[in-house]
């Protein structure tokens, strides 16, 4: 598939944003939206952009080490391995952010790593953001009850796929004896046997602990954002303030990543203005208000960011021609 229709893919997901926020703003009164945007305080939009730079750096640098960690950055320069991590992003709007193993594939462009061996990396690093996310969550569970039931479950499919999948003998044997047997399955079975030798490299105990460190500490940084919008917007500067914009933002941004929708779009937005709403005190319109802020300083940038980063990494492997995509990869998305 060639970048011209990715370009259309991401145009049609652009569009489905809009309309989420037009959904939104019509729900909450558009004008009093319009209003609530007009009061904003837009000198804090560079404190929010920075810190949201300050989380694709992070996720660059566990990117980073995961791809040595496998020792799968053999003649990658560090240039080449930032313009893979970045290009990824413009993959954030598919459900779940599962087209993000685009990278793998850039990956292969630069130093022919196979898919199934490096794909893993994409698993574990939505694994250790969303346990990171469950972590920031938890800070504010007491401030809203309704959410505990979510996050028990979430945590407990999280811990019990972890153990599963570092119970070696049991995946090899399911791999060996099951999988091989479906159709296709023979053909399959060495690229499964790569993806899974990958995955439990990663989810080594420290390995896993580091990661999720990191992964804690850089999310953390987009609910400093979140809580710079909610000042921008007249809330007072409060430590309780802070908690909840924590728990506000982790719990929408969990919400849409286990909804599946391209990005989370509709279910992210809808839980972080109702949760405003319902937990902050603020007015409707002021909540649809503070969510377009930061989904626009966080997806849409990022997405922003991608395209800048795809288009630079195709400058340089694949000047004056039209860089091709795997269509296996948009097809999953």
């Not at 286990?258 to 007015?283: D, N, Q, R, Y």
Request: hydrophobic share 50%; charged share 10%.
């Amino acid at each position: 598939m060639s970048l011209k229709k990715l370009h259309g893919k991401i145009l049609m997901s652009m569009v489905l944003g809009l309309v989420v926020m037009m959904i939104l703003s019509l729900f909450s009164d558009l004008h009093a939206v319009g209003g609530s945007l007009g009061h904003f305080a837009w000198l804090h939009i560079p404190v929010v952009l920075s810190l949201v730079l300050i989380n694709y750096c992070l996720r660059w640098v566990k990117w980073e080490y995961f791809l040595r960690r496998l020792r799968l950055g053999h003649s990658v320069r560090y240039s080449d391995s930032v313009l893979i991590f970045t290009s990824g992003m413009i993959m954030a709007v598919t459900p779940g952010k599962v087209g993000e193993v685009f990278k793998s594939y850039l990956l292969r462009r630069v130093n022919g790593t196979p898919v199934s061996l490096s794909a893993p990396i994409v698993l574990v690093e939505r694994l250790t953001d969303g346990l990171a996310m469950l972590l920031l969550m938890a800070l504010g569970l007491t401030l809203y009850s309704p959410a505990r039931p979510l996050f028990v479950l979430l945590l407990a499919l999280s811990c019990a796929g972890i153990a599963l999948l570092q119970y070696r003998s049991l995946c090899t044997h399911i791999i060996d004896r099951w999988l091989t047997r479906l159709p296709s399955g023979q053909a399959l079975a060495p690229k499964l046997v790569n993806i899974y030798t990958s995955t439990y490299q990663l989810l080594n105990w420290r390995v896993l602990l580091l990661s999720t460190v990191l992964s804690l500490v850089s999310w953390g940084l987009e609910c400093l954002a979140f809580y710079f919008v909610l000042t921008g917007l007249g809330q007072s500067s409060t430590g309780l303030l802070l908690l909840q914009a924590t728990f506000i933002y982790a719990a929408s941004t969990l919400l849409g990543l286990v909804s599946f929708l391209p990005g989370g779009l509709g279910a992210t937005e809808a839980s972080s203005a109702g949760l405003l709403v319902t937990l902050v005190g603020m007015s409707a319109s002021a909540g649809t208000a503070a969510t377009i802020i930061i989904r626009f300083c966080t997806l849409w940038f990022g997405v922003a960011v991608g395209a800048v980063g795809l288009i630079w990494f195709s400058q340089r492997y694949h000047p004056g021609e039209m860089f091709e995509l795997e269509q296996t990869v948009l097809e999953q998305s």
